[in-house]
């Protein structure tokens, strides 16, 4: 089916823009507009020599959309060392210029309200915010800092939380719903990411998102919140999935399930999660919202202890790439859907299967040695999927104990990781790295095969599937190897995922063209 079109929501996205002059935030606001902002939040005290008078003027007389004017106290995290009372003339000067939003510390503010300056008559709104550490902060404090904020009668209150792990970005979570005025609330750095993209889930009246090639630690692009997670779609019945991992900023799982979501009328968003703890990211994350979880590096098989039920697939390979809450009681149920998926991947690049006359043909893998490179979880679901169509499988790990350990489950053999660079193959068999190496940011990576022995191999897999052509992969292809990516694995086991996750069955064919257009 199409998609259903959802109600949009109220939440606005806002470009926060750190220009050095005057004319780099003038181009950074137009740009900006052209990428999806709503609003744009600009920052005076990043300015080299600002002049009050002079920029801003030309800034707000010239702005193509709203703006929130900032300032902020090298005290509160910004650049501006300017006297106290030179800022309090500056928020002046952008009321009478007709600033949209003017954002004031909570410290600013209370003392402005002393002096009875802080509610003057004015165009415009004004937001009061508090930066704080998220760590040393307890649910009961931040209600109470909430409070203080709310009592200054702002129209906009702001609450920037220093989270050093996901479960402290809850934390916001928690308070969004509850809050009587808009609240801006979110969790800075790649831990606290979700907070932009669930925002309007629970209640926030903005999200933040950077302009292209102008980077923010923790901030999605707009592009990506315009495009992949479509926010203004998000509402309080999406239901939440994310990618349990670390590291978690080379994965391409949003681009390809958010879309899918959509196309087949699902009310979900997909999401990455850097995970520190996996004990204490279950017991936060434990409500209904949450409704499923894909496990990457390097959780696969640690995960399997905070599953509820696991399925006997996974519980045999003892590893789970994809979990889903069951409605009925909430409980945590484990799958694997990476052994089908990258077993059937080196299956079909190399001949054929199926079935023929009634009777199922050989697996062309019977028979070939499968060398392995990579004991982990993906690993195991590479090895349990070629014992399982008649492969002899050898197993090579930095850690050698884990490598015996697999070789054992699956009657194999297991070696260093040192001696792959003097193994020697034979004519035929099947090379599959189950290692990070070679993944992005670190492409010129590559596990360490010999050029003169990849000739041997008939096919050369790699489960890294960002690049979508590795190093190792272009290596094989220039010997002669037939090549399978990662990307085809990736593209395999989401369809299995999707299928879990809605309950129905994944659309194929999109999910292809997906992978075709943005891998």
């Known amino acids: 089916m199409g998609s259903l079109g959802y109600l949009k929501n109220s939440t606005m996205v806002c470009a926060p823009l750190m220009a050095e002059s005057v004319e780099q935030m003038l181009k950074d606001m137009r740009k900006a507009k052209a990428e999806g902002a709503d609003v744009v939040e600009i920052r005076l005290d990043c300015i080299k020599g600002f002049q009050p008078q002079t920029d801003l003027q030309i800034l707000l007389r010239n702005k193509p959309l709203p703006v929130i004017t900032v300032f902020r106290a090298t005290s509160e995290g910004g650049q501006c060392d300017a006297e106290y009372k030179t800022r309090l003339d500056t928020f002046q000067l952008a009321k009478e210029l007709g600033s949209d939003y003017i954002e004031y510390e909570l410290k600013v503010a209370s003392d402005l309200i002393r002096e009875g300056k802080f509610h003057q008559s004015s165009r415009s709104k004004t937001i009061v915010s508090s930066y704080i550490n998220a760590v040393n902060s307890s649910k009961e404090e931040l209600s109470q800092l909430v409070a203080r904020l709310q009592s200054t009668g702002a129209d906009i209150i702001k609450l920037v939380l220093n989270a050093d792990t996901i479960t402290d970005t809850a934390k916001i979570f928690h308070l969004l719903p509850h809050c009587q005025v808009p609240l801006i609330a979110y969790s800075t750095g790649e831990r606290g990411l979700i907070s932009q993209i669930l925002g309007p889930k629970f209640?926030?009246?903005l999200v933040y998102g950077s302009?292209?090639?102008?980077?923010?630690?923790?901030?999605?692009?707009?592009?990506?919140?315009?495009?992949?997670?479509?926010?203004?779609?998000?509402?309080?019945?999406?239901?939440?999935?994310g990618l349990v991992s670390k590291p978690v900023s080379h994965s391409k799982g949003p681009l390809l399930h958010n879309p899918t979501f959509r196309h087949v009328g699902y009310n979900g968003v997909y999401v990455p999660m850097l995970v520190d703890d996996l004990k204490e990211f279950f017991y936060i994350y434990s409500g209904p919202d949450f409704a499923g979880f894909s496990v990457g590096i390097p959780y696969k098989e640690a995960v399997l202890d905070f599953c509820d039920e696991v399925h006997p697939l996974a519980q045999s390979i003892g590893a789970v790439n994809t979990i889903v809450r069951r409605p009925k009681d909430g409980k945590l149920i484990g799958y694997n859907t990476d052994c089908e998926a990258s077993i059937t991947a080196i299956e079909d690049a190399l001949?054929?299967?199926?079935?023929?006359n009634g009777e199922a043909l050989s697996s062309p893998l019977n028979g070939r040695l499968?060398?392995?490179?990579?004991?982990?979880?993906?690993?195991?679901?590479?090895?349990?999927?070629?014992?399982?169509?008649?492969?002899?499988?050898?197993?090579?790990?930095?850690?050698?104990?884990?490598?015996?350990?697999?070789?054992?489950?699956?009657?194999?053999?297991?070696?260093?990781?040192?001696?792959?660079?003097?193994f020697q193959p034979e004519n035929g068999a099947i090379l599959a790295n189950a290692t990070p190496l070679g993944m992005h940011p670190k492409t010129a990576d590559r596990i360490p095969v010999p050029e003169r022995t990849l000739k041997e191999y008939r096919v050369v897999f790699d489960a890294v599937y960002n690049p979508r052509k590795t190093r190792l992969l272009k290596d094989a292809e220039a010997a002669g190897a037939i090549i399978v990516s990662g990307v085809e694995m990736f593209l395999r086991q989401a369809i299995g995922q999707c299928n879990l996750f809605t309950g129905g069955k994944a659309p194929e064919d999109f999910m292809r063209e997906i992978i075709m257009e943005k891998f």
């Open 370 to 422: 499968f060398v392995l490179v990579g004991a982990g979880g993906a690993g195991r679901a590479l090895a349990f999927g070629a014992k399982s169509r008649g492969a002899r499988v050898v197993v090579f790990d930095i850690d050698l104990g884990r490598a015996k350990s697999l070789a054992n489950d699956v009657s194999g053999e297991a070696y260093p990781f040192e001696d792959l660079g003097s």
């Open 351 to 356: 001949g054929v299967r199926g079935i023929i």
């Open 203 to 205: 209640g926030g009246c």
């Open 211 to 241: 302009i292209e090639g102008k980077m923010v630690p923790g901030l999605p692009t707009l592009s990506s919140l315009r495009e992949a997670y479509e926010v203004e779609c998000i509402d309080a019945d999406t239901k939440v999935f």
